[in-house]
C-alpha cells in the first residue's frame, strides 16, 4: 500500500508560478509510475503529467513547456513545477501512483492505483 500527501497549493495570478510536491510512503519501492492529474469544477479529472521508473514523461498538450514534472531516485516525492500560470489551469491537483502488487514469488502481480487528497490550485486575475 502506497500513502499519498500533495502540497504546495494556492492562489496565485497569472504568469505566476508554484510547485507542488506529493510525498508518498508505505511501499514506494514497488511504484512503477506516478503522475499528476487535475480537476477542475465540473470537468472531468484529466491527466497532466506522468513520469515513469526510467524517468520518461509525458505531458498533456494544454501545459506542455509550462508545467514540468520530476521525482526523486526513491519515488518518495514527485514534483510539479508550474510556471506562467492560466486562470484555465485553476483545479484540484491530485498525484497518482501506480504500484505493482506481488505477494510471493508463486503468485500473478497486479497493478494498483493509489490517490491523494488533492490540493487547490486557483489562478485569478
Known amino acids: 500500500q502506497v500513502r499519498l500527501v500533495e502540497s504546495g497549493g494556492g492562489l496565485v495570478q497569472p504568469g505566476e508560478s508554484l510547485r507542488l510536491s506529493c510525498a508518498a510512503s508505505?511501499?514506494?519501492?514497488?511504484?512503477?509510475?506516478m503522475a499528476w492529474y487535475r480537476q477542475a469544477k465540473g470537468k472531468e479529472r484529466e491527466l497532466v503529467a506522468s513520469?515513469?521508473?526510467?524517468?520518461?514523461?509525458n505531458y498533456a498538450d494544454s501545459i506542455r513547456g509550462r508545467f514540468t514534472i520530476s521525482r526523486d531516485t526513491s519515488w518518495n516525492t514527485l514534483y510539479l513545477q508550474m510556471k506562467s500560470l492560466k486562470p484555465e489551469d485553476s483545479a484540484v491537483y491530485y498525484c497518482?501512483?501506480?504500484?505493482?502488487?506481488?505477494?510471493?514469488?508463486?503468485?500473478?502481480?497486479?497493478?494498483?492505483?493509489?490517490w491523494g487528497q488533492g490540493t487547490q490550485v486557483t489562478v485569478f486575475s
Open positions: 513520469i515513469s521508473r526510467d524517468y520518461s514523461t
Open positions: 497518482n501512483a501506480d504500484v505493482t502488487i506481488k505477494p510471493s514469488i508463486e503468485s500473478p502481480a497486479w497493478t494498483e492505483t493509489y
Open positions: 508505505g511501499s514506494v519501492r514497488s511504484i512503477n509510475a
